[in-house]
């Protein structure tokens, strides 16, 4: 399923952008955080 990450709150950002995307919203404000989920993907 999903592999945890050493930081927490990296964990719930990842979580919280994930039902964003289920509920249909692709965007988000911060693209920082959009760099930060492609790297978290690749490194799983």
């Given at each position: 399923?999903?592999?945890?990450?050493?930081?927490?709150?990296?964990?719930?950002a990842?979580?919280?952008?994930?039902?964003?995307?289920?509920?249909?919203?692709?965007?988000?404000?911060?693209?920082?955080?959009?760099k930060?989920?492609?790297?978290?993907?690749?490194?799983?």
């Amino acid at each position: 399923m999903y592999t945890k990450l050493p930081d927490c709150d990296i964990n719930i950002a990842e979580y919280n952008y994930n039902i964003k995307l289920a509920k249909g919203l692709y965007y988000t404000t911060n693209k920082k955080f959009l760099k930060l989920k492609k790297i978290l993907f690749y490194k799983i």
